[in-house]
Every structure is written in C-alpha cells, then in structure tokens.
T-cell receptor, first 113, second 116 residues
Framework: DGGITQSPKYLFRKEGQNVTLSCEQN?????MYWYRQDPGQGLRLIYY???????QKGDIAEGYSVSREKKESFPLTVTSAQKNPTAFYLC????????????FGQGTRLTVV | AQKITQTQPGMFVQEKEAVTLDCTYD???????LFWYKQPSSGEMIFLIY??????QNATEGRYSLNFQKARKSANLVISASQLGDSAMYFC?????????????FGAGTILRVKS
C-alpha cells in the first residue's frame, strides 16, 4: 500500500545529543514537510521541500536540519542547538499542486531525558 | 503575521446538532487552497475537505461542508449531525505559493467535544 512512514514512533534523547527522525513515502510525491506539534497546540512548519536536493526553512527551523537526497526520503535531524526539542513531530507529503491534500505519517514522539 | 487564525480554542456541541468551526486566513497569493484536518487523540491527521480559491461553490464532503467567504477571507467548517466520534482537534490549513514553491501552514486548532 502507498503511504508515508515515520520511524521510530517513540524516541528518547539525552540532552546534548543529535537525533534523526526518519520519513519515507512511496506516493511519488514531490513535496514533503516537517511539522512540530506541542501538547494542545497547532502544527508549526519546520522545513519543507519541493524537489530533490532543495529545501526551505519554515517558521521554526532553528536547531533543526534536513536533507532531501532522494524523492522518497526527507529525514529530520534535531540538533543539540534545539533548546526545547520534546514534542510530537509529523512528516507529510503531497503532490506539488495547491488543490491536493497532504498525507501524514503517524508521527514521532520525541522526549529529551 | 498569523497566516491562519482559529479563534475558538475549544467548542462543545450536543450529539446530532450542527457545529461551525471558524477559520480566517491571510494571503496575498490569488491562487491558494484551504484544507481542514481532524486529529483524534491517537495523533493521526485525517483530511476532511478542500476548497480552492477559485472555486465558485462551497465544498461539501458527507457531513462536512466549508462555508467559504472569500472577501472576508473566511473558511469555516460546518459539521452537521454531530457524532461522538467527531470529538477531536480540528485544524484549518492553507497552501499558498512562495518563490520556493507551495507552502502548507496550519492554524492553532480547535478542540471539539461532542456531548451525548
């Protein structure tokens, strides 16, 4: 089945460590997005990419990095520079047209211990 | 500036009644898309309905309809005949063009609780 897969579902990180969240899609979508969600809050855009080897900062990119070496994959690295990384992270993909919805992964819940 | 504004942090509705969730947006792009998503407590994001900026008719999908008032930059979601399973967080989102491609941004959400 086509879809978007995030892994792991739960992730624990020690302070000062970098950690990478995986996002893979087999929907042949050009556009991919990363969002952060804090408890009871909305989704805030971290990074987005419309094409391989190109990506743009969203509203809260500081302390995060991404790569887009393959169309199917858009991993997010939470660096030690991110001061408050504990959150729910959602990855999404869509066809690069304004009239198509984005499909979401199941999310990764990151906790800093 | 806030691109998507959802002014209702939480709403209650009686089962079988209709409820309207508010959404206003801000964009200078004449071509944009508006979306509503539902997020149950499990965290998954469920697409509900889409409205394009050039669409003349309001979008409808089953019990969901979108009250699109372009001049007021408003895209309210109407849920008819509420069910207990409608209890969830609801997000309004907009896709607009930027020089780097299409950007998809979300509002802060509205928590809906359906009472029996």
């Amino acid at each position: 089945d086509g879809g978007i897969t995030q892994s792991p579902k739960y992730l624990f990180r020690k302070e000062g460590q970098n950690v990478t969240l995986s996002c893979e899609q087999n929907l042949n979508h050009d556009a991919m997005y990363w969002y952060r969600q804090d408890p009871g809050q909305g989704l805030r855009l971290i990074y987005y990419s419309q094409i391989v080897n190109d990506f743009q900062k969203g509203d809260i990119a500081e302390g995060y990095s991404v790569s887009r070496e393959k169309k199917e994959s858009f991993p997010l690295t939470v660096t030690s520079a991110q001061k408050n990384p504990t959150a729910f992270y959602l990855c999404a993909s869509s066809a690069d047209r304004r009239n198509t919805e984005a499909f979401f992964g199941q999310g990764t819940r990151l906790t800093v211990v | 500036a806030q691109k998507i504004t959802q002014t209702q942090p939480g709403m209650f509705v009686q089962e079988k009644e209709a409820v309207t969730l508010d959404c206003t947006y801000d964009t200078s792009d004449p071509s944009y898309g508006l979306f509503w998503y539902k997020q149950p407590s499990s965290g998954e994001m469920i697409f509900l309905i889409y409205q394009g900026s050039y669409d003349q008719q309001n979008a409808t999908e089953g019990r969901y309809s979108l009250n699109f008032q372009k001049a007021r930059k408003s895209a309210n979601l109407v849920i008819s005949a509420s069910q207990l399973g409608d209890s969830a967080m609801y997000f309004c989102a907009m896709r607009e063009g930027t020089e780097y491609g299409n950007k998809l941004v979300f509002g802060a959400g509205t928590i809906l609780r359906v009472k029996s």
